[in-house]
């Protein structure tokens, strides 16, 4: 009990890895930290999204960069070189970056008092509290080039509540990778943040204020050398007549840290449902996909307990291009990404597919879900199953509790990240 005492106290939603894990070393390394906020009608929805690349070094790849994603697949970027003035907290979900102060302000590497934000930061962004505040302007010197911009600029300010982590509800929350995603072995590591949460406040989008209330809102992040060679994802928490229905499907082609030059194909399906959460990783069942080049994506689950399948679709002229960090060219244009998804869940109990009705069966509300493949190349579709060494497999299912190991701990000795 000791040992679990400190980590007990924290939230039932906080997952593991809500922190900064930059630890100082001069390796390739970037993070990246994802929300996305869905508004009323198709493809009305925005995503802000946030990177850090080299912090520290001089390499050139070296920067930060905020994009905003926003309805009818429009865009835009603000990337600034070096990394000074980016801070980040190492166990708590905050990080900030001032690329201008206000005039008559010093720009500090440190979170300012949010009622004080508008008055000093001219271009910049925040989140702490779960309060976002941000202010940039299309800038894009020293990036790799990339899709025009479609505003010139952007504010924003919001609250989120998050309402599902990456666990069943109540209880202690799971790293999305297991218990290794403590370790440097995967590239990338990645954590579902909040499968679920609401969002309230405004986003100002090239002039034009999108107000909202209690909107569905989902978060995710990555880190590590650089994204995967090949991935393609699916995720929403609006479905018709299933409020609080959560799904994120993905499979990649992510690389092994411990064996140079070593990739694996994983996939991954984490499904919150009627109060429950269901869980399809290679590790403890078989995942396997389809997924066109860009259009549609089928990804296929089996547990000990049921089985699943996500269906998505999007038009073929939706989407656009944004940039993802890059093992070589840092923070580059890697994926292609979508608002407009028709996404279709459904689980039996395991035994019963094609032979009984599903268990859960949701379809997302007016075409809302997310959809994305990256990497590539994708000159044809990617029909997969996913196959994890076995060395990697075993340890997975060992019973290592990394947070209740070290959740007592105080915040400087504590893994970074944790």
Not at 8 to 33: A, K, L, N, V
Not at 158 to 183: K, N
């Amino acid at each position: 009990m000791l040992l679990n005492a400190a980590y007990d106290t924290i939230p039932r939603t906080t997952t593991p890895h809500s922190g900064y894990h930059f630890d100082g070393s001069d390796r390739r390394f970037f993070e990246g930290w994802y929300w996305r906020l869905t508004l009323p009608g198709r493809g009305q929805s925005f995503a802000v999204i946030y990177s850090v690349e080299d912090p520290g070094s001089q390499r050139p790849t070296s920067g930060v960069g905020a994009q905003i994603m926003g309805p009818n697949d429009s865009y835009l970027l603000q990337y600034e070189e070096g990394t000074a003035g980016f801070w980040a907290d190492p166990h708590e979900l905050a990080l900030g970056k001032v690329f201008a102060a206000s005039p008559g302000c010093a720009p500090a590497a440190a979170p300012c008092p949010p009622e004080r934000f508008e008055a000093l930061v001219s271009e910049g962004f925040q989140v702490q509290g779960g309060r976002h505040q941000g202010r940039i302007v299309s800038r894009e010197a020293g990036v790799v080039p990339g899709p025009a911009p479609s505003v010139a600029s952007a504010r924003w300010d919001f609250q989120i509540t998050p309402r599902l982590g990456w666990g069943s509800p109540g209880q202690r929350q799971l790293s999305t990778a297991g218990w290794l995603a403590a370790v440097p072995i995967f590239e990338p590591h990645w954590q579902v943040l909040m499968a679920h949460g609401s969002a309230s406040g405004w986003i100002e989008w090239g002039g034009e204020r999108y107000a909202f209330q209690g909107v569905p809102t989902y978060a995710e992040k990555n880190w590590g050398g650089g994204f995967p060679s090949r991935w393609c994802w699916v995720q929403c928490n609006s479905f018709d007549g299933h409020p609080g229905t959560s799904v994120t499907a993905v499979c990649a082609r992510r690389g092994v840290r411990l064996v140079p030059g070593l990739e694996e194909d994983v996939g991954l399906i984490g499904l919150h449902a009627a109060g429950d959460f269901h869980e399809f990783v290679p590790n403890k069942g078989d995942i396997e996909w389809e997924v066109e080049p860009w259009g549609t994506w089928r990804i296929h689950g089996e547990n000990a307990e049921h089985t699943a399948l996500v269906e998505a679709s999007c038009p073929l002229e939706a989407g656009t291009v944004l940039r993802a960090p890059t093992a070589d060219l840092g923070l580059a244009p890697f994926c292609r990404d979508s608002f407009s998804g028709r996404v279709r869940v459904r689980m039996w109990r395991r035994g019963e597919e094609g032979r009984a009705p599903p268990v859960v069966d949701c379809v997302s509300l007016e075409e809302t879900g997310a959809v994305e493949v990256g990497g590539g190349p994708w000159w044809s579709g990617w029909k997969a199953r996913a196959a994890m060494a076995g060395g990697v497999k075993a340890l997975l299912n060992l019973p290592v509790d990394v947070e209740g190991l070290t959740g007592w701990l105080p915040g400087g000795l504590r893994p970074k990240g944790l």
